[in-house]
């Protein structure tokens, strides 16, 4: 079945450091992939999304290109900031489908 | 506008008893979901609503989760004989009609089976 796999945590950086949270999915065909962040004591919000190949998503910062070819939706962003500080759930709508199936979870923590 | 709420906040009941766990989606969402999210974990699906009807509720655990939506707008989350295994926070979201929209998600409901 469909499935969405992401870089383990917990990933603490400095402020001002560059960010990569890896995500990698098992789908058919061709879904639609996004970016959830939750902060803390809030509840899970949208970052980002893309609905086709080689589409870039982008918001406060964060940047996600999907890619078909090595079926990859790895979040970025150049700088963080303080907060940032937030759980990073990578996830996909399967083609036709309206569920969305998660990823474990990235727990990302910036420290000043 | 007001977002999607979830009552209770927290819910404690002992093992084998019922419990009812209540969405109140975005005015106007047609489309509302239940996912179930355990420590550490990504949320996994149960079941989504187009109106009152079950569209997919292939993610439901087993025949002591059931959940109704009879008016096309508020949904309940009925679990029969709980077990310690339910244990979770509860989420709900709802969407607009159009297909890959926006899911708006509740601040769920905490689960503790005891």
Redesign the interface.
């Known amino acids: 079945g469909d499935s969405?796999t992401q870089m383990e945590g917990p990933v603490t950086l400095s402020e001002e450091a560059f960010l990569t949270i890896n995500c990698t999915y098992t789908a058919t065909g061709y879904p639609?992939l996004f970016w959830y962040v939750q902060y803390p004591g809030?509840?899970?919000?949208?970052l980002l999304?893309a609905?086709k190949a080689d589409d870039k998503g982008s918001n406060k910062g964060f940047e996600a290109t999907y890619r078909k070819e090595t079926t990859s939706f790895h979040l970025e962003k150049g700088s963080v900031q303080v907060s940032d500080s937030a759980v990073y759930?990578c996830?996909l709508?399967p083609r036709g489908?309206?569920?969305?199936?998660?990823?474990?979870?990235t727990r990302l923590t910036i420290n000043p | 506008g007001a977002?999607?709420s979830q009552t209770p906040s927290n819910k404690v009941t002992e093992k084998g008893k019922y419990v009812e766990l209540r969405c109140d989606p975005i005015s106007g969402h047609t489309?509302l979901?239940w996912?179930r999210q355990s420590l550490?974990?990504?949320?996994?699906?149960l079941i989504?609503f187009?109106g009152t009807g079950a569209?997919?509720d292939s993610?439901l655990p087993n025949d002591r989760f059931f959940a109704v939506r009879p008016e096309g707008s508020v949904s309940t989350l009925k679990i029969q004989r709980t077990e310690r295994g339910d244990s979770a926070v509860y989420?709900c979201?709802s969407?607009s009609y159009v297909?890959?929209d926006?899911?708006?998600?509740?601040?769920?409901t905490r689960l503790t089976v005891t």
Do not use: I, N, R, W
Request: proline share 4%; charged share 10%.
């Open positions: 969405v639609s809030e509840g899970l919000q949208l999304k609905t759930f996830a709508t489908a309206q569920k969305l199936v998660f990823g474990q979870g | 977002g999607v489309a979901y996912y550490g974990q990504g949320p996994e699906f989504y187009q569209a997919d993610g989420l979201a969407s297909a890959g926006e899911q708006y998600f509740g601040p769920g």
